[in-house]
């Protein structure tokens, strides 16, 4: 399953304050599992020096291969590309914009079953083509910018939406604020604050060079965007 190895100078008997330095290496199909016997640890590389009888056991185990099976799943109920993705608490997927034929942009998104058994196509308030998405500490999804027009056109555009779930299915509601800079094909990230980082975006000066920070809706005040400084690069 394996052999150890002493670093540089073979397998041999070791003498009183020397030190010992040995690497368990698997052979293939088996992964190293840790040492044990007088000395326990998990690390292959096992450094130590000898001042008495030593009785060590590296031990290995069988990798188990990862065997992936691809099927075709059901049909989107809109063909598009540049999408962004996500998954709903109870485990539902949804694809959200993009661009359809023709690179147009779309303003649907495809909510499918828990066992993505079936998708249904739903109507946004506005169009979402290579838009950030992030999900909001209390469970929506912000929706945040892409594409100002079909082909991927730049600078893009400055609205923002909330997917929400209800007892009655999904909602998509756009934000009555603007974000600080139009953007398109930019990524987002919830922080500690709960509030969500949007840095940079392709391809106008201004998105490019500066982030921006949106504040979710509370009982002290509105949601809002801000500029963040400019990135480092």
Not at 47 to 64: D, Q, R, Y
Not at 154 to 166: E, F, I, K, Q, Y
Not at 169 to 186: D, F, I, K, S, Y
Not at 210 to 227: D, K
Request: glycine share 14%; net charge negative.
């Amino acid at each position: 399953a394996g052999v150890a190895r002493i670093a540089d100078r073979g397998v041999f008997a070791m003498g009183p304050g020397e030190v010992l330095d040995v690497t368990a290496v698997a052979n293939p199909g088996y992964q190293f599992n840790g040492w044990t016997g007088d000395i326990v640890q998990s690390d292959a590389h096992l450094t130590t020096t000898v001042n008495e009888p030593l009785a060590l056991l590296a031990t290995f185990v069988p990798v188990t291969p990862l065997r992936v099976a691809f099927r075709a799943g059901p049909s989107l109920g809109e063909s598009r590309m540049g999408h962004r993705t996500l998954m709903l608490a109870d485990g539902s997927p949804v694809a959200i914009g993009g661009h359809t034929t023709g690179f147009t942009r779309s303003d649907t998104m495809d909510a499918g079953t828990p066992t993505v058994s079936d998708f249904s196509l739903a109507q946004m308030p506005a169009t979402a083509d290579g838009a950030a998405v992030a999900k909001l500490a209390d469970g929506q999804f912000l929706v945040a910018g892409g594409a100002s027009g079909s082909l991927g056109m730049a600078p893009g555009v400055d609205t923002a939406m909330l997917l929400g779930t209800t007892v009655r299915g999904m909602t998509m509601t756009e934000l009555p604020v603007q974000m600080a800079h139009p953007r398109m094909n930019c990524a987002a990230g919830r922080l500690g604050d709960g509030r969500v980082l949007i840095p940079g975006g392709w391809f106008a000066l201004d998105s490019a060079t500066y982030g921006e920070l949106f504040t979710p809706a509370t009982t002290r005040g509105p949601a809002s965007f801000v500029a963040t400084g400019a990135l480092n690069s």
